[in-house]
């Protein structure tokens, strides 16, 4: 083991009960009642890169607290900005957790617990790469975690034009992507943008006998669901018109695998048309997230007056996140049954991207990545959305950007049991580290 493998192997070795803690704090962005945990988080990273004698600032720019720190390069060297983010999912249901989302408990080489993959495996990859170097990196650093990215990133921009200096490097590195399979690298080349919005059906002005006047008065509920039915074809292709679509890669992805990683129950069909990585990665996916009705233990027989939905729609790369949400809304309004009212509440919109992976620097990271991993990474897309990326790309034009990080396919982030993989972990932090010493010695 050389001089630097041996640095990051103590510095995981030192980080890891850190780790633990740090997935120990419920930093849930979207709930209110969290709001202090989200800044709990924010600071205790800070109070740690404060150790190794960083730059740091805690800020809020209208949304959850962000945390940027800056190691200087030195002379006549490049700068790396390392994203990640310190904010998780809500849990869902607490009975379908093996162990408590927030004790982070260590099984069979994963670390479990809510955000133990996503995103603070990548956060604190980054604190132990620089703990590695004691604070003092071959090249410049600098650090952007974000404290809102499960909520849809509201103060990104306010961030970007309040703190730019703390922001501008030669390179993003983004750690919140994931690997091809465990031990299998990835460099992300593209990303599906997403747009949801929240809309109620209603069709009465308050709920009225179900025998008295059904068969003539209609349901909100009912209506609710016809509607939410016209967003498929019935092969279960998205029908919402004027969404982009496009070829995907050429990675073979095979159903067996797809089923045992997807939990797809014996029986139950694949939806959509085209290679599984067109429809993962190029074509637009829409879901169903909620509805707010009458609960099963409440109903009675009434026709209910209204009723509530959440639609997700990822979007391909190449489209836009305004003119997706435009068609979304439009096919609504154009669908809903039985001239049942329609109201919008919360809308959002994040663009996709593609990332070029073939540039120079991209090309020492790739390097790194194979040499902490044993085999070369798979250049692959994403299903999912970091609309951030598209907002970089647009306030920094021309600076390379690499994704990639320490989720897998069987990390099951957003769900219940999340986890991440230790050792992957450990080689991801030792990829990033191998980069930066690399990088120090180019002259790029």
């Known amino acids: 083991m050389n001089d630097l493998s041996s640095k990051v192997a103590a510095a995981l070795d030192a980080t890891f009960d850190d780790y633990r803690a740090f997935v120990n704090i419920p930093s849930v962005s979207s709930q209110p009642e969290h709001a202090a945990d989200v800044a709990r988080t924010a600071e205790t990273l800070a109070a740690w890169l404060r150790d190794l004698g960083g730059e740091v600032r ?29 904010d998780v999912q809500p849990t869902g249901e607490l009975s379908q957790w093996t162990t408590p989302p927030f004790a982070a408990e260590e099984r069979v080489g994963r670390l479990y617990g809510r955000g133990a993959a996503d995103d603070k495996a990548g956060v604190m990859s980054h604190l132990a790469m620089l703990r590695a170097f004691d604070g003092k990196p071959p090249v410049g650093v ?29 390179m993003f590195l983004i750690g919140d992507g994931g690997t091809w399979e465990v031990g299998t690298p990835a460099l992300g080349t593209s990303l599906r943008g997403v747009v949801s919005a929240v809309f109620t059906v209603s069709t009465l002005s308050y709920g009225v006998h179900s025998g008295e006047y059904g068969g003539v008065v209609p349901d909100a509920l009912t209506a609710l669901v016809r509607l939410l039915a016209t967003l498929h074809n019935d092969d279960g292709s998205v029908a919402i018109k004027g969404l982009v679509s496009r070829p995907g890669s050429v990675v073979d992805y095979p159903l067996d695998r797809l089923a045992d990683e997807a939990a797809k129950l014996p029986g139950t069909e694949w939806i959509g048309n085209g290679s599984v990585t067109d429809r993962m990665w ?7 997230l909620a509805i707010d009705t009458t609960s099963v233990a409440n109903a009675s027989n009434t026709l209910i007056p209204s009723a ?35 109201e919008f509440g919360e809308l959002d919109s994040g663009d996709p991207c593609t990332v070029a992976a073939d540039g120079p620097i991209n090309t020492l990271y790739r390097a790194a990545l194979s040499e902490a991993f044993g085999v070369s990474p798979v250049e692959m897309g994403t299903g999912g959305s970091i609309p951030m990326i598209a907002d970089f790309q647009r306030a920094f034009p021309g600076v390379e950007i690499a994704v990639t990080g320490v989720c897998d396919p069987t990390s099951r982030m957003h769900s219940t049991d999340e986890s991440a993989s230790i050792a992957d972990w450990r080689k991801y932090t030792h990829a990033t580290a191998l980069f930066l010493e690399k990088l120090g010695r180019s002259g790029q």
């Open 58 to 86: 805690v800020v809020r720019e209208g949304g959850q607290p962000a945390v940027l720190a800056h190691f200087p390069a030195p002379a006549g060297k490049p700068t790396v900005c390392l994203y990640a983010h310190h």
């Open 142 to 170: 600098k650090l952007f975690i974000e404290g809102e990215e499960e909520c849809g990133s509201v103060s990104l921009l306010n961030v970007i034009e309040r703190h730019r200096e703390m922001l501008e490097a030669d």
């Open 282 to 288: 190029t074509q637009p996916a829409c879901a169903t």
């Open 308 to 342: 509530t939905a959440k639609v997700s729609v990822r979007i391909a790369p190449g489209d836009n996140g305004k003119s997706a949400l435009n068609a979304l809304i439009e096919h609504l309004k154009t669908h809903v049954p039985w001239g049942a009212q329609l």
